[in-house]
Antibody, heavy 118, light 107 residues
């Protein structure tokens, strides 16, 4: 069955960077893209960007442009999301999500809590 | 940037019908997807492409989209439907947008 398994919780200092992984299994990895969505405590869902795993092409939310980088490793069937220059406002659960035929997100990872605190 | 507006909360008695709206400029020209999120869990799609329903989602969930409002309707509401609901669209500028979310409370 399709599974997206994310890396564990992280605690970072302000100004640092964080890298979260999302390992996919149960489907042809290179045939689907991957999105990243975050959710601050008690807040709504916020789209961050997506990567075309097949060719590495990316599209980022204007809000995160310049701070977020998505990378795919097809041999490891894993997508990485790196967010730099962290502030307390970046404390959130980060999700990877697979788009079905480029439309809605049909599979989600379990989420990774990133806490930014001094 | 494109904004999707949802009511913060909707309350309904068990067995009644819940209606959750999602407002956006000419949203009727876009495909709208709806997600259900329960506490501590990842979102799950309940309606996609305005009105289509994944196979595991009960028929009680339906959607519509016209002009400037998309609507998620849940008939015969059950206690297990209590959750946050989010609408989502893909905009012309290659950006995905979520609504602010609506908390459904079953009285």
């Amino acid at each position: 069955q399709v599974q997206l398994v994310q890396s564990g919780a992280e605690v970072k200092r302000p100004g640092a960077s964080v890298k979260v992984s999302c390992k996919a299994s149960g489907y042809t990895f290179s045939s689907f893209g991957m999105h990243w969505v975050r959710q601050a405590p008690g807040q709504g869902l916020e789209w961050m960007g997506w990567i075309n795993v097949g060719d590495g092409d990316t599209e980022y939310s204007k809000k995160f442009q310049g701070r977020v980088t998505l990378i795919s490793d097809t041999s490891a069937t894993t997508v990485y999301m790196e967010l730099s220059s962290l502030t307390s406002e970046d404390t959130a659960v980060y999700y990877c999500a697979r788009p079905w035929l480029g439309t809605y997100f049909d599979k989600w990872g379990q989420g990774t809590l990133v806490t930014v605190s001094s | 940037s494109y904004v999707l507006t949802q009511p913060p909360s909707v309350s309904v008695a068990p067995g009644q019908t819940a209606t959750i709206t999602c407002g956006g400029n000419s949203i009727g020209t876009k495909s709208v997807h709806w997600y259900q999120q329960k506490p501590g869990q990842a979102p799950v799609v309940v309606v996609y492409d305005d009105s289509a329903r994944p196979s595991l989602i009960p028929e009680r969930f339906s959607g519509s989209n016209s002009a400037n409002t998309a609507t998620l309707t849940i008939t015969r509401v059950e206690a297990g439907d209590e959750a946050d609901y989010y609408c989502q669209v893909y905009t012309n500028s290659d950006q995905w947008v979520f609504g602010g979310g609506t908390t459904l409370t079953v009285l």
